[in-house]
C-alpha cells in the first residue's frame, strides 16, 4: 500500500490516478514527476497560492526547504478581506476557495497601466517578451504576471484608446469655441496620411487618417474636413488653419461655403519660414551659404576635425557644436551660422593648428574677415524673422501677438537692410517687396481683431483701415452669435463704463488677454466674441508636432507596425504628454484607469506551463484526501 502523504506540501496538488504527474490546485502548475523541494518552491513563488499557506510552509521544518529570498507582496495588490487579516498563522488552511493574491480587476489595471506607459513612452511592443524585463518584473513583484505582446497590441492598445478618445471626444462636444487643423504628409511606409488637431485653445490630436489610394485634392480634403467638423458640431468651430499648400486652401475655401461662419487661415509659422527662403534667394546670399554650409560640412563630417575642434572649444572656453540646416526648414540656416558665429575663435584656432587636416579654401575663408562680415549680415537679415517664428509656434494664446510680429520684422528689416553691403538695391527692393507680399497674404481681419482685444495693447498701432477692419470683424462675429456688441466695443475703446475702473487695468500686462475678458469682463457681452477670437490659433506648428510622434513611433525600425495601429499609439502618446506637460507624473488624481472595465472579449491569462502532454487526457486526484481516508478507513497495513 502506498506511503501516507501527511506533508503540508501535498495538501495542495492533486496526483494522477494513472501516472506520476502532480498539479497545483491555486494555478494548475503541472510536474511530471513528484519532488517535494519543488513543489515548495512553486508554492512560495505562486501568484494564486494564498499568503497564509505560504507562511505555514515557511515555517514547516518537516519540507527540508531551503531558504528562498522571496520579496514582500506589495500590500496594495494583495486583496484580503477584514476577516481573513485575522486568521492565525498556524491555522491549517486547505480550502481552495482562499482569496488570490491578486483580483482580476487588479491585474487589468496594471496590465492597461504598463500598455499606457509603453504607448506614450513609444517603447517597443516586444518589451514584455524581454527575458530581462521579465526577470526584472519577477523579482520586483512575482504575483504579477506580465501580459503578452498580443494582449498588449490589441486589446489593451483598443482600451486605452477608445478611452482616451471617449474622454478628448465628451470634453470637445461641451466647448464652444473650436479651432481646427490639418496637415498632410508620408509616413514610413509611404502611405499618405493626414493628421487632424483641434485647439480648444489647447490643442489634441483627433484624427489621423490614412489616404490609401485618394490623392489629397482640395475636394477630398474638403470632404474629410467636414466628417471631422460634424463629429464635434460643425457650427462651433471658428477658423481653419492650415500651410500655403494651394491644395489645403482651397480646401478651406470650400468648407466656407458650407460652414459660412468659419475663417481660413494660413499658418504663420509657415509663411515667416517662406520669408527665410525669400531672404536667402538673392545670389551673393545664396553662394555667401553655400561655403558656409561647406564650411560646415567638411569639420562635422571629419572624425579628426570634430574631435580636434572640441578639444579647442573645451580649451578657449568658447565656441558650441556646429549645426547643419533642416530640409525646406529655412529658418535653421540663422541656427546654423549663429553656431558658426559662436565658433569664430575656436575655428580660427583650428585653421592654423598644426594637427590640422583641413583644405586651403576652408582654412582660407576661416581667416578671412569678409568671411565673418558676411556671416554677420546673413544673421541680422534672418534673426528677426526666427525668432518670431520661434516665439508663434508654440500652443500658447498667441494671435493677438500677429500684427505686431509683422510691424517688428518690417521696422527692423528697415533699420538693417541699407547696412548690409553684400546686398545691392534691386536685391534690397526684392526682399522688401517679398516681406509686403507675404504680410498682404497671411494677415487677416481676424488678426488685427484680435490685437485689438488684446487689453495691453488695444490696437494702438492699426492704421485707420485695419482699425475699421477689425471694428467690423469683431461685429460680423458678434452677429454670427446673436449679440449686439456694439456698444460694449465703444466703451471698450473708449475706457467708459466698466472699462473706465483702473483695477481693470492695473495687472493687465502680466495677464492672459482670455483669463482677463472671462474673469474680470465675463459680465459683457464682448467678452464672449473677444475669447472667441483670442483662442484662435496663429499656426499649425501644432499638427507638424504630431506628425514627429508619429515618426517616432512608426520608425525605420518598428515599420512592421500596421498604418492604423501606429495611428492609435500615436494618437495616446501625442495627447498624453500634452495634457501631462506641466503636470507631476506622480499625481494620482492623473490616473483615467482607476476603474478599468473588463473588456467583451479579453485575452486569455497567461498561466504557467502545464505538461507537455495533453492536459485534458491525464485525471488527478486529491492526495490529502487520500490520505486522510486511509488512516480512518478500515484498511491497514
Known sequence: MPRKKKNDIWENYLHSATTKTVKCKHCDKVYQFANVNKMANHLLKCYKCPVVIKNKLKTTPE?????????????????????????????????????????????????????????????????????????????????????????????????????????????????????????GWSNQRNEGIINFIIAKPEPVFVKSLNTLNNRHTSEYLCQEIIKVMNEYG????????????????????????????????????????????DCLRPEPVKAFISIAIDTIKAIKRSQAMSALLALIIKDKGSGETLKLPGKTRWGSYCTALKSLKNS?????????????????????????????????????????????????????????????????????????IPEITMLNDEHKEFITEALTRRTNNCLKPI????????????????????????????????????????????????????????????????????????????????????????????????????????????????????????????????NWNLLHKQ??????NDDPLSSPTIPSSPVPDERPSTSRGNEAEIEFFDIARISDSSENGSDSD
Not at 256 to 261: A, D, L
Not at 267 to 272: F, G, S, V
Not at 484 to 503: C, E, H, M, Q, T
Request: glycine share 2%; hydrophobic share 40%; aromatic share 8%.
Open 63 to 183: 519540507t527540508n526547504t531551503p531558504a528562498i529570498n522571496m520579496p514582500r507582496p506589495d500590500v496594495s495588490l494583495i486583496e484580503t478581506s477584514p476577516d481573513q487579516s485575522m486568521i492565525d498563522a498556524n491555522t491549517s488552511s486547505t480550502s481552495t476557495n482562499s482569496e488570490p493574491l491578486i483580483s482580476a480587476e487588479k491585474k487589468l489595471y496594471l496590465d492597461q497601466l504598463l500598455s499606457k506607459a509603453i504607448f506614450v513612452t513609444g517603447s517597443p511592443l516586444s518589451m514584455v517578451e524581454h527575458p530581462l524585463w521579465v526577470r526584472f518584473f519577477n523579482e520586483l513583484q512575482p504575483i504579477y504576471k506580465l501580459p503578452s505582446r498580443k494582449a498588449i497590441s490589441t486589446t489593451h492598445l483598443e482600451a486605452t484608446y477608445n478611452e482616451m478618445l471617449k474622454e478628448i471626444t465628451e470634453e470637445l462636444k461641451t466647448t464652444n469655441n473650436l479651432h481646427l487643423q490639418c496637415d
Open 234 to 277: 460643425g457650427q462651433k468651430f471658428v477658423t481653419l488653419i492650415g500651410d500655403n499648400a494651394n491644395n489645403i486652401q482651397r480646401a478651406f475655401q470650400m468648407v466656407k461655403e458650407s460652414y459660412t461662419n468659419v475663417i481660413p487661415l494660413r499658418c504663420i509659422a509657415h509663411t515667416l519660414n517662406l520669408l527665410c527662403e
Open 344 to 416: 569664430k575663435v575656436a575655428l580660427q584656432t583650428l585653421a592654423v593648428h598644426e594637427n590640422a587636416v583641413i583644405t586651403h579654401e576652408i582654412k582660407s575663408n576661416l581667416l578671412d574677415p569678409s568671411f565673418w562680415t558676411m556671416t554677420e549680415h546673413c544673421i541680422k537679415l534672418l534673426e528677426p524673422i526666427t525668432d518670431k517664428i520661434f516665439k508663434l509656434e508654440g500652443n500658447g494664446i498667441l494671435i493677438n501677438e500677429v500684427f505686431m510680429a509683422f510691424r517688428d520684422i518690417e521696422s527692423t528689416f528697415n533699420f538693417i
Open 447 to 574: 488678426h488685427y481683431a484680435a490685437y485689438m482685444l488684446d487689453p495691453r495693447s488695444q490696437g494702438i498701432e492699426l492704421n485707420e483701415e485695419s482699425e475699421v477692419d477689425a471694428m467690423e470683424f469683431i461685429h460680423d462675429v458678434g452677429q454670427s452669435l446673436n449679440i449686439d456688441i456694439g456698444v460694449d466695443l465703444a466703451n471698450y475703446r473708449a475706457k467708459n463704463g466698466l472699462w473706465s475702473k483702473p483695477f481693470l487695468w492695473k495687472h493687465v500686462a502680466e495677464m492672459d488677454p482670455v483669463v482677463w475678458w472671462k474673469g474680470l469682463c465675463g459680465s459683457k457681452l464682448l467678452s464672449r466674441v473677444a475669447v472667441r477670437i483670442l483662442t484662435a490659433p496663429c499656426t499649425s506648428a501644432a499638427t507638424e508636432r504630431s506628425f514627429s510622434t508619429h515618426a517616432h513611433i512608426h520608425s525605420h525600425k518598428r515599420n512592421r507596425l500596421t498604418t492604423d495601429r501606429a495611428a492609435k499609439i500615436a494618437f495616446i502618446s501625442y
Open 583 to 588: 503636470k507631476d507624473n506622480n499625481d494620482e
